[in-house]
């Protein structure tokens, strides 16, 4: 089998973990988390197995590797300690999607020399280091919550290892997120029912349907957090639309944003249809934010259908060209 950085970096991360997770009999993900924070630091903290682990961490750099390549290999092992431990949390974001959003996010904050951003549930912070990595800026100025304590680790590991400076908040993202408003808030948006009914009677968007929907509220929160005229990008169910049967969410969105975008994914991302999600991108009222000439809707085709996905990103591109949104 070829190998790339990315498998180099993935074999180095597994077998560390593996290591780690055998000696201390821990998840593999806690060893991951053990084993990212030991290269980051240069170190082996469990002098037991500094025989086994110096030379893995010794291969781990590489010359031309990118913050993208450790993205890539972070998310594999990620991945795969997900799959061993089914209460670590939910799916990661596709890495197709990660990519899609980030030229997304680039082509919004390409005009400006430093922006701001914040992810509300930011997970192992796989698309917030996803969209900061497709960014030019030098400065951006990054923050992400979780309610997770192994998240928020695996979001630290993560984001050290490739060298990006994100203020990570061990919170609730329903709840008050002190940070300063953001020009850009992502999500890819939880989705159920929130539990915390008192919490929820803080927002306009409580009871949509009779209910306390996660995925509206979230969506509240982020137009919350940002400036005005702040965008908001967003991984959204499908179920969005017709969760709103007393259209008190429609009602919502004419009086605080502009949409911009709503990009339906195809449905072989997904491995139950109604798993499913499309991209919304928002912009909040206020400041210089103006309702586009044309809204961008598409249905985007399999990602394995590279003419066909080559087209759309043209016409995304473009879309962003001639709107100047």
Same mark, same amino acid.
């Given at each position: ?92 974001t596709p890495?197709?999607? +990660? ?51 192994? @998240? ?36 890819d948006v ?68 502009? +949409?911009l975008a ?17 991209? @919304? ?27 066909? @996905? ?14 100047? +949104?």
């Amino acid at each position: 089998m070829e190998t790339t950085i990315v498998t180099d970096l993935f074999s180095v991360l597994d077998q560390a973990a593996l290591i780690i997770m055998k000696k201390h009999k821990i998840s593999y993900l806690e060893g991951l988390c053990a084993a990212g924070e030991d290269i980051f630091k240069d170190r082996v903290t469990d002098h037991d197995l500094k025989e086994k682990l110096e030379p893995l961490y010794a291969a781990f750099f590489h010359k031309g590797m990118t913050a993208e390549d450790v993205r890539r290999a972070f998310q594999l092992a990620v991945l795969k300690g997900m799959k061993k431990d089914s209460a670590a949390g939910d799916d990661m974001t596709p890495d197709a999607l +990660v990519i899609l959003m980030g030229h997304i996010a680039s082509q919004l904050m390409g005009k400006y020399s430093s922006f701001s951003v914040l992810d509300p549930a930011t997970g192992t912070a796989n698309l917030l280091t996803g969209i900061m990595n497709q960014s030019s800026q030098g400065h951006i100025l990054a923050c992400g919550a979780d309610t997770n304590d192994l @998240m928020i680790r695996l979001a630290w590991t993560n984001a050290n290892l490739q060298q990006n400076e994100i203020h990570l908040l061990h919170q609730d993202g329903l709840k008050p997120i002190l940070t300063e408003p953001a020009d850009l808030v992502v999500c890819d948006v939880p989705v159920g029912f929130y539990p915390d009914q008192e919490n929820a009677k803080q927002f306009e968007l409580n009871g949509t349907d009779g209910k306390a929907y996660t995925h509206f509220l979230f969506i509240e929160q982020g137009l919350k957090q940002l400036k005005a005229g702040g965008y908001l990008l967003y991984l959204i169910p499908n179920r969005l639309f017709s969760d709103d049967h007393d259209h008190h969410f429609h009602r919502f969105m004419q009086k605080h944003a502009i +949409v911009l975008a709503l990009l339906q994914l195809p449905l072989t991302l997904f491995r139950k249809p109604e798993a499913a999600k499309s991209i @919304m991108l928002l912009r909040k009222k206020g400041g210089s934010a103006a309702v586009p000439g044309e809204t961008l809707l598409a249905e985007l085709p399999d990602f394995l259908n590279e003419n066909a @996905m080559r087209k759309v990103l043209q016409r995304i591109d473009q879309w962003f060209t001639d709107q100047s +949104v």
